[in-house]
């Protein structure tokens, strides 16, 4: 056990980096449009605007909260 505990240490801290996978030049290109998820994001926010005041509550497609209902 007190060998293993060294190994695991080190291991875990294999996963630290020091610098970002992307780099500062590199984030350009994430940026474009082509890398968005939707065709036309403002069809798709209208969409989503909707479909939230079909269902009665805003948010309704997902994501997490609390039961309070307080924002």
Request: net charge positive.
């Amino acid at each position: 056990m007190t060998r293993l505990l060294p190994l695991l240490l080190l291991l875990s801290l294999g996963g630290c980096a020091t610098e970002p996978w992307v780099k500062p030049y590199e984030r350009a290109n994430l940026a474009d449009p082509i890398m968005s998820f939707e065709r036309h994001p403002v069809s798709g926010a209208y969409l989503k605007h909707v479909y939230d005041s079909r269902e009665g509550a805003r948010g309704a497609s997902g994501g997490g909260g609390g039961g309070c209902g307080c924002n």
